[in-house]
């Protein structure tokens, strides 16, 4: 973090020609490529500006990975000199370096069951923190993850950009302004291809499951958009394996995952989330995914692979090119005014996190800090603060799992019952398992 005054009361008061924030990346690939590399490149030709902050300039330094291929390989085709000018670290010790570099904020993007020692490694180093959904896989990790950004004094945000996606913010506004009342149930489905399963996560996907890494965008988009005035209060789940890998191993081709709310008065919500990644390779959305609300007085659909563009072409579509692109979430596009571009919400979304850092660190006096930090912690749809459902939710879904692979099906896990926070009931048994103590 380079500035040379601290005291910025007024813009005019504002020396504009040194803030800077410095970046690691912890993890290289599919999302780095899709979302982080566009932002970092954009970033390097033209700084964050706001009028609290002035020019905020933002680079990469650092990146740790396991093997460090795919880093250099976009090193060497980098597209200007800013954006080739990171160290690459790999190995055992990759993080431990990449965080003795002088980086102001990690991102961490590794597999999701790779996020909690990485966070809790830059936290601890003081670094504001930026991780990929899902955030950890349990109560506990995120507890400590909370402890560690209050002591220190730093951001820890989560990356959950389907909040960001127009349709999706045009039902939170529908719902806030009562347009939409009282949701009572929906489904949503995010179906990937085996392509995904079988080649770019399998180093991975051994032990995992397709819903931890996708549903929770839908976890968290009922949790913002339709809670607070209700309590999570039980989750069920079931699967099926034999694609991936064997019929008996813990590896799930698809997972549908039922979570229930209950509203203070006492009325219900339930919503079935289905995933999977043994979709066919060709199906022509690549991603298909659809989710539908039902309120009292309506119902809200929404398609993200038919809401737009249909394209096919010869020896190119649906593989290399989508028939049915999601330009909202990221597209290369040249622009009217000629210039070349990557944008969505996809992207979008990280620079924010980047604007907020900036706010924290720029955007005012030094002596004001506290409470800048304290604002942007407030913001809920990105704070780790406001992850608590989701977490639950995953806790509870892997611990379902887990027992089905052992030859015990239809686990139900209640929340805030009268045995502890997150409890596993089996079916038959007496005795409840308690996945974590405290009130979720
Ligand atoms: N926001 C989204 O919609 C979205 C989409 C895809 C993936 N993701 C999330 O991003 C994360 C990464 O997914 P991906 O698709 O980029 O995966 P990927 O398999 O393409 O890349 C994983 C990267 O992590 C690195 N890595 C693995 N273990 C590591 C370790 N112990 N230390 C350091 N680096 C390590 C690998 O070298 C690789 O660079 C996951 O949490 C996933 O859920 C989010």
């Known amino acids: 973090m380079a500035r040379k005054h601290l005291m910025f009361d007024t813009m005019s008061t504002i020396d504009t020609s040194r803030s800077s924030l410095t970046a690691g990346m912890v993890g290289f690939g599919m999302i780095f490529d899709e979302t982080y590399r566009p932002f970092f490149e954009s970033v390097s030709r033209t700084p964050l500006f706001s009028v609290e902050t002035g020019p905020v300039s933002i680079k990469l330094i650092s990146v740790a990975t396991r093997t460090g291929d795919r880093a250099l390989r976009y090193r060497d085709q980098a597209p200007s000199t800013p954006t080739r000018l990171f160290q690459s670290f790999t190995g055992t010790h990759a993080v431990r370096?990449?965080?003795?570099?002088?980086?102001?904020?990690?991102?961490?993007?590794?597999?999701?069951?790779?996020?909690?020692?990485?966070?809790?490694?830059?936290?601890?180093?003081?670094?504001?923190?930026?991780?990929?959904?899902?955030?950890?896989?349990?109560?506990?990790?995120?507890?400590?993850?909370?402890?560690?950004?209050?002591?220190?004094?730093?951001?820890?945000?989560?990356?959950?950009?389907?909040?960001?996606?127009?349709?999706?913010?045009?039902?939170?506004?529908?719902?806030?302004?009562?347009?939409?009342?009282?949701?009572?149930?929906?489904?949503?489905?995010?179906?990937?291809?085996?392509?995904?399963?079988?080649?770019?996560?399998?180093?991975?996907?051994?032990?995992?499951?397709?819903?931890?890494?996708?549903?929770?965008?839908?976890?968290?988009?009922?949790?913002?958009?339709?809670?607070?005035?209700?309590?999570?209060?039980?989750?069920?789940?079931?699967?099926?394996r034999g694609l991936v890998a064997t019929s008996g191993g813990t590896t799930w081709d698809s997972v549908q995952l039922q979570v229930v709310y209950r509203y203070h008065d006492a009325r219900e919500a339930a919503f079935d989330i289905h995933t999977s990644w043994v979709t066919p390779d060709n199906f022509p959305g690549y991603v298909e995914q659809e989710v539908q609300f039902r309120f009292d007085n309506a119902v809200w659909n929404a398609h993200q692979r038919k809401r737009g563009v249909e394209l096919t072409v010869e020896n190119r579509t649906p593989c290399e090119l989508k028939n049915t692109p999601n330009y909202h979430y990221n597209g290369v596009f040249l622009e009217p005014w000629g210039e070349r571009s990557q944008r969505g919400y996809g992207i979008e979304v990280i620079e924010r996190f980047f604007r907020e850092v900036a706010f924290v660190e720029f955007g005012g006096p030094s002596e004001h800090r506290t409470e800048r930090l304290h604002a942007m912690r407030a913001l809920t749809y990105n704070d780790l603060s406001a992850d608590r459902n989701c977490v639950a939710i995953i806790q509870a879904l892997e611990a379902i799992l887990e027992r089905a692979a052992a030859g015990v099906p239809g686990c139900l896990v209640r929340v805030n019952g009268p045995f502890g926070g997150l409890v596993l009931h089996e079916p038959g048994s007496p005795s409840p398992v308690v996945l974590y103590h405290e009130p979720v």
């Open 97 to 240: 370096h990449l965080l003795a570099s002088p980086v102001d904020v990690v991102c961490v993007a590794t597999p999701d069951d790779r996020h909690y020692e990485a966070a809790r490694a830059a936290l601890s180093a003081g670094k504001h923190l930026l991780i990929e959904k899902p955030s950890v896989l349990n109560l506990a990790h995120l507890d400590d993850l909370l402890q560690i950004a209050h002591t220190a004094g730093v951001l820890a945000k989560v990356v959950y950009h389907k909040l960001a996606d127009p349709d999706h913010k045009s039902l939170r506004t529908l719902v806030a302004d009562g347009t939409l009342k009282h949701v009572n149930n929906g489904y949503c489905s995010l179906l990937e291809p085996k392509a995904i399963s079988r080649g770019q996560f399998a180093e991975w996907v051994t032990g995992r499951n397709p819903a931890t890494y996708v549903a929770v965008h839908y976890l968290k988009l009922i949790d913002f958009v339709f809670g607070p005035s209700w309590s999570l209060d039980r989750i069920t789940a079931t699967g099926q």
